[in-house]
């Protein structure tokens, strides 16, 4: 009879050990899930800021007051004064500080304004939005007519890296598009 009641004793540490070791299996993987969540949701945060800095190009590139204005540029228009990209031995960084800089605030974008200025783009989580502008070549423009391939008008081909990242973060979500201008041959 005494080793049935020592059996018993066995018996229930065992399960109360494998209860244990299920439980903590359970939270362990609860807290991991936890932080995958908060991962992707930072980065969905940092691809939106990248995305808004791509926009935030376009707008501000085609502000009209901004290009009648001599003491103003656009992005695209300082990024051609610089030398162009060359996409064979260079990349368009988000880190890359001799391009063209463009940033989008929690203030939104504003007619005939420069934003040169940094900032977060959204506070929570902190987020900061910027891009980098390129020039990268001129060529013919493609599916014009015979109009403008005769004319002295050429398309400006140009490189946009929208980027965003979020604080404590130890890497930059970046999207880029490209887009041509017309703009004279510059002969």
């Not at 808004?52 to 707008?59: K, N, R």
């Not at 162009?84 to 260079?90: G, H, I, K, P």
């Amino acid at each position: 009879m005494n080793n049935q009641r020592g059996l018993v004793m066995v018996f229930a540490l065992l399960v109360l050990m494998s209860l244990t070791i299920l439980g903590v299996a359970s939270v362990s993987s609860g807290i991991l899930q936890t932080k995958m969540a908060g991962s992707l949701e930072r980065k969905s945060s940092a691809f939106d800021a990248a995305e808004a800095a791509l926009a935030g190009v376009v707008y501000e590139s085609e502000d009209e007051v901004l290009l009648a204005d001599p003491l103003k540029s656009d992005p695209l228009s300082e990024a051609r004064q610089l030398n162009a990209l060359d996409l064979a031995n260079e990349e368009l960084s988000c880190f890359d500080n001799n391009r063209t800089d463009r940033f989008v605030t929690n203030d939104g974008m504003t007619r005939n304004k420069m934003h040169t200025t940094a900032g977060n783009f959204r506070t929570y989580p902190v987020t900061t939005s910027w891009s980098k502008s390129a020039f990268v070549r001129e060529e013919s423009c493609r599916g014009s007519s015979n109009v403008i391939g005769g004319s002295n008008i050429s398309c400006h081909v140009f490189m946009i890296r929208g980027c965003g990242k979020t604080a404590g973060s130890n890497y930059a979500v970046a999207n880029t598009m490209s887009a041509a201008v017309f703009a004279p041959a510059s002969n």
